[in-house]
């Protein structure tokens, strides 16, 4: 159970391009949704969190009109990158808070995006 | 706010040896403490958990972990190293009201025939 995935695994874009990125929670609701960043081998660091019918929390220094996210169901959010430059390439993981289990995030398999 | 500290980006253990990952932990609120495995391009697997109760955690694929309040630590151990657990690890603390996650650096584990 508690089973997270991310759609595309990989993704090339055009710099100037938009992408977006869904992250579902296939056998549980998720209220909540949050949504990672990971540099080559760093840790990760918390962009913003998603909660179900209202707008995201986004983290100090993460602009919102950049990385915009809707958590339209309990079982979805998305991220879209906007206008994408090579500086925004990274790992994108999404994770879910289980209803009945609220200290515990279930991740995502991540998203590679490759900005050219 | 709550940090973890692991040091030692890079761990390398013998095949059969034992595993020991440090973690050390800060909260101002009696934390929620986790160990996660990572294998390359994939994300995060949750190894085991510490919230309340028995302080000694026994996890997935062998390995456990102790919560010492004294020490602030939640190191993680596996008594056997296997070809298998080569990975990173990462130790992560939350509380809070909306139980955001903060993350160590991470520890990338090789695992030496």
């Known amino acids: 159970g508690a089973v997270v995935s991310q759609h595309p695994s990989r993704v090339i874009c055009k710099s100037g391009t938009s992408v977006k990125i869904e992250c579902r929670s296939l056998?549980?609701?998720?209220?909540?949704m949050f949504w990672y960043r990971q540099f080559p081998k760093q840790s990760l660091m918390l962009m913003a969190t998603?909660?179900?019918?209202?707008?995201?929390?986004?983290e100090q220094g993460v602009e919102k009109d950049k990385f915009l996210i809707n958590h339209a169901s309990l079982t979805l959010s998305t991220l879209t990158v906007t206008s994408a430059h090579p500086e925004d390439s990274s790992f994108y993981i999404c994770?879910?808070?289980?209803?009945?289990?609220?200290?515990?995030?279930?991740f995502g398999p991540g998203t590679r995006l490759l900005v050219l | 706010a709550q940090s973890v500290t692991q040091l030692g980006s890079h761990v390398s253990v013998s095949e059969g040896a034992l595993v020991l990952l440090r973690c050390n932990y800060s909260s101002s609120v009696p934390p929620y403490l986790f160990w996660y495995v990572q294998y390359p391009n994939q994300g995060l697997q949750l190894l085991l958990k510490?919230?309340?109760?028995?302080?000694l955690v026994k996890g997935i694929n062998g390995f456990e972990a102790e919560f010492k309040k004294s020490e602030t630590s939640f190191h993680l151990t596996k008594p056997s190293a296997h070809m298998s657990d080569a990975a990173e690890y990462f130790c992560a603390v939350s509380r809070g009201g909306n139980n955001r996650l903060a993350f160590g650096k991470g520890n990338q584990v090789v695992v030496i025939p």
């Open positions: 998603s909660n179900e019918g209202s707008k995201a929390t986004y």
């Open positions: 056998d549980f609701q998720a209220t909540t």
């Open positions: 994770s879910a808070r289980v209803l009945l289990a609220q200290e515990t995030q279930y």
């Open positions: 510490y919230t309340t109760g028995a302080t």
